[in-house]
């Protein structure tokens, strides 16, 4: 087994938390992430950054609403998890969620991936594991827009007809594209691709999760030196 999967073992997954009348906030991040020196001070450095800016905003918004003669008052929340999606010996992928309530109608969700590459020390993209000149985006796009309008189809109890948002196909560029290592055994098998809230449909029906394997084609396309991390799996029938 690698050292940084042996060192991940040894080490626990990290959670920050506190809890006070004018905001809930918690962060923790996998085991894995803290295993790397570098993640472990982001998020450190992250989770403070986010807590003051929290609470500045909570002392803004219980003034603004004394301005306004209202008194009611539930704080605010903050979470913030980093969750491991897959790695191998060369690399690591972690997948973000956030969520956040400043006051409004609901809270507000995001996510987000990060791809670190052990060898290099420094975060990367799946882009840059491809061969000068190839793409995923039309292996990925296509299959995630026909299983994306099954899906909303079955939430939305009718057949969906493509068109302006809420309907569309969202672009790549609006989706979190994170590897994933489904079995866990070492080498990413499925790319998981997320439609935030809002980006696929309103916020009722929440974000949207489509998970596609990585086929064959695909692994061809990656530079020959990250071809060993990856497992190729059937198309999408």
């Keep these: 087994m690698p050292f940084p999967l042996l060192l991940a073992l040894s080490l626990a997954p990290v959670s920050i938390a506190s809890e006070t009348r ?3 906030f ?6 894995e992430a803290e295993a790397v020196p570098a993640l472990s001070r982001r998020f450190r450095a992250d989770a403070v950054r986010q807590r003051q800016a929290m609470n500045r905003m909570a ?3 219980k003034k603004a609403r004394r301005e306004m003669g209202t008194s009611d008052w539930n704080g605010l929340q903050f979470s913030r998890s980093v969750e491991t999606a897959g790695q191998s010996g060369k690399l690591l992928s972690l997948v973000t969620s956030t969520s956040s309530y400043t006051g409004g109608a609901h809270p507000n969700g995001r996510t987000s991936a990060l791809l670190w590459d052990r060898k290099l020390s420094r975060e990367t993209n799946y882009s840059a594991l491809l061969l000068a000149g190839q793409r995923w985006d039309g292996a990925l ?5 026909v299983l994306l309008d099954r899906e909303r189809a079955k939430r939305r109890g009718e057949t969906v007809v493509n068109g302006e948002w809420p309907s569309q196909c969202p672009e790549m560029k609006e989706l979190t594209i994170a590897l994933a290592d489904h079995d866990r055994n070492g080498r990413f098998d499925h790319a998981d691709l997320t439609a935030d809230s809002y980006v696929a449909g309103p916020y009722a029906e929440g974000p949207y999760e489509i998970s596609l394997p990585i086929t064959a084609t695909m692994v061809q396309r990656l530079k020959p030196e990250f071809r060993a991390s990856f497992e190729a799996q059937p198309p999408v029938q």
Excluded: G, H, K, Q
């Design 59 to 61: 002392v803004a918004e």
């Design 22 to 24: 004018d905001l809930d």
């Design 26 to 31: 918690e962060y923790n991040w996998s085991a």
């Design 141 to 145: 796009r296509l299959p995630f827009c």
